[in-house]
């Protein structure tokens, strides 16, 4: 079965300091993978993916991503963080449940990102 | 544009009671979800649906129930509330889920408390 691990529950990075959470994921197939984010009391939002066309992916608000099959990661990192970019963020990948030809996403769970001035 | 709309935002419901989580998605999106999300636990697929009338359990069905009648709506029940189903709930969609790189739109969640 596919899944995810997010390596780290927390993260705590200066404001203007590297950004980086790890993520790993296990899969027979070739995955589709995604990074969300979640700001407090609030849905998920798409920050990336990878649908195995260039490994390195670049997603909104200054993120990317890089797919390194070799190392079966997909780490999420931003050069310079800012006060805005804390949140929680997922991993997920995206495989057949039931092998019926219909995908759903499994997530990692969770990494808090938290700011510091 | 409206996305993925859920209702209601907050819910406390006594154990035992019934109740329905609304989901709607304006974008004439086949696949629609349903996610609970507990702290550490992160999200987890309780019922997905690939389109009207066809639904199919995920990984966490017990205590729900769920129709898909449009393919605008997909209502999930909680037929007999539990404190266990305490957690915040996503409705999430996309197109085809037969391609596995569409990407899956989220609600803004729906907060349930069972006392």
């Known amino acids: 079965a596919q899944s995810v691990t997010q390596l780290g529950s927390h993260v705590s990075v200066s404001e203007g300091a590297l950004v980086l959470l790890r993520c790993n994921y296990s899969s027979s197939v070739p995955p589709y993978l995604f990074w969300y984010v979640q700001y407090p009391n609030q849905g998920l939002q798409l920050l990336l993916k990878?649908?195995?066309?260039?490994?390195l992916v670049k997603g909104i608000n200054g993120f990317e991503a890089e797919f390194k099959k070799s190392e079966t990661s997909f780490h999420l990192t931003k050069p310079s963080a800012h006060m805005s970019d804390a949140a929680e963020y997922f991993c997920a990948v995206r495989h057949s449940y039931s092998g019926a030809g219909s995908y759903q996403l499994t997530f990692g769970k969770g990494t808090k990102l938290s700011v510091i001035p | 544009n409206a996305g993925v709309t859920q209702t209601p935002k907050f819910q406390v419901l006594k154990t035992g009671q019934s109740m329905t989580l609304q989901c709607a998605q304006d974008?004439?999106?086949?696949?629609m979800s349903w996610y609970r999300q507990d702290p550490g636990m992160g999200l987890r697929l309780i019922h997905y649906?690939?389109?009207?009338?066809?639904?199919d359990q995920g990984e966490v069905p017990n205590g729900y129930n769920v129709s898909r009648s449009t393919t605008e709506d997909f209502p999930l029940r909680l037929l007999s509330a539990a404190p266990s189903q305490t957690s915040v709930y996503f409705c999430?969609?996309?197109?085809?889920?037969?391609?596995?790189?569409?990407?899956?739109?989220f609600g803004e969640g729906s907060w349930l408390t069972v006392v």
């Open positions: 649906s690939v389109g009207a009338g066809i639904t």
């Open positions: 974008m004439n999106h086949e696949y």
């Open positions: 990878y649908t195995s066309a260039a490994t």
């Open positions: 999430a969609s996309s197109y085809s889920s037969g391609a596995p790189g569409n990407t899956i739109y």
